[in-house]
Nanobody
């Protein structure tokens, strides 16, 4: 399974960007899809996730500004980012997490896309 992200770039503070991620190949069950980010010198952190039934979860730092959406059947997940701040600058990674019949989680990751918020 390969995850391919698109939509990163440079934006001014207060601006918006939309990230998209699509998976090729097959996954044996409906994934929890989401986005993580890693800023320079920091650990990778969760940004937002969405389950196959549409339940979402957001990091406190992005609540009210970011919106995650997805289509688990077609293995597509998006992240709409509004009111961007300089502290949102990071590499953003798409993630699909799948649980097998033995309740083991399997993580699939995209290659990462750079988001830079700067004037």
């Amino acid at each position: 399974v390969q995850l391919v992200e698109s939509g990163g770039g440079l934006v001014q503070p207060g601006g918006s960007l939309r990230l998209s991620c699509a998976a090729s190949g097959s996954i044996f069950s409906r994934p929890i899809m989401g986005w993580y980010r890693q800023a320079p010198g920091k650990q990778r952190e969760l940004v937002a996730t969405i389950t196959s039934s549409g339940v979402t979860n957001y990091a406190d730092a992005v609540k009210g500004r970011f919106t995650v959406s997805g289509d688990a059947a077609n293995l597509i997940v998006n992240l709409q980012m509004n009111s961007l701040k300089s502290e949102d600058t990071a590499i953003y990674y798409c993630n699909f997490r799948v649980r097998d019949a033995l309740f083991r989680d399997h993580d699939y990751w995209g290659q990462g896309t750079q988001v830079t918020v700067s004037s």
